[in-house]
Structure formats: C-alpha cells, structure tokens
C-alpha cells in the first residue's frame, strides 16, 4: 500500500520561511518523477514545483520561482519545499503527489495536468499572515 506524507505546514509572517517535507512508502521511490500543488477553496489545484526522478531536473510555476526550491533525499523517500520569502497569497493547502514516469514522459511539463500523478498525501497547511 502507497503511503504520501507531507508535513512542515504552518503559520508564518509574510518575508518568513517553511520548508514542506514528503516521505513515501510502498513505492520504488526512485523510480518516480514528484510534484507539489496547491490549492485554496473554489479553485483549481495548481502545479508549483516538480522534480525527475533523480533530482536533476526540476521544474517551478511563475508564482514561485526565485523563491521556492524543491529538492529530494532518495535514500529517504522524501521529497522537500524550501518556501522562502513567503506572501499572503502562498497560503494554500499543499499537496505532494508521485506520478509513474510513464504518465509523464514526453511533456513538456511536470505541473499541467495533475490528474497524471497517480499517488497523493493528505495534504498540509501553509498560511501566511501579512
């Protein structure tokens, strides 16, 4: 059984930093490009930051460039967001989700569509306070 955990959400001041963590289990971790969304009531999930398999390639939506880095611990299963420079409009629920290569290859982007990745976790908070 696939398990998706994120964690590390929280409430933070504008300016300040969190740093989102992702653990999986039940899957060849390194066998998996990873991806963050985002989402806040009434609208869609948006696609912030994806990564290849072995960490090479790494992908980030206009919103957050500059400010997010997403990297991953294979020999962890983990995956992680380091969110610096925070504002009022990165709060959001944040979700870590895997997608089997094959759902992805191709593309041009990790983050388009993400009804391609086939494992979510729950989901963690991030709120940010002006």
């Known amino acids: 059984q696939v398990q998706v955990a994120e964690s590390g959400g929280g409430l933070v001041q504008a300016g300040g930093s969190l740093r989102l963590s992702c653990t999986v289990s039940g899957l060849r971790f390194d066998d998996y490009p990873m991806a963050w969304f985002r989402q806040t009531p009434g609208k869609e999930r948006e696609g912030i930051s994806g990564?290849?398999?072995?960490?090479?390639?790494?992908e980030y939506a206009d919103s957050v460039k500059g400010r997010f880095t997403i990297s991953r611990d294979n020999a962890k299963n983990t995956v992680y967001l380091q969110m610096n420079s925070l504002k009022p409009e990165d709060t959001a629920m944040y979700y870590c989700a895997a997608a089997p290569f094959s759902n992805l290859r191709g593309r041009s982007s990790y983050l388009s569509d993400p009804t391609l990745y086939t494992y979510w976790g729950q989901g963690t908070q991030v709120t940010v306070s002006s």
């Open positions: 990564i290849s398999w072995s960490g090479e390639t790494a």
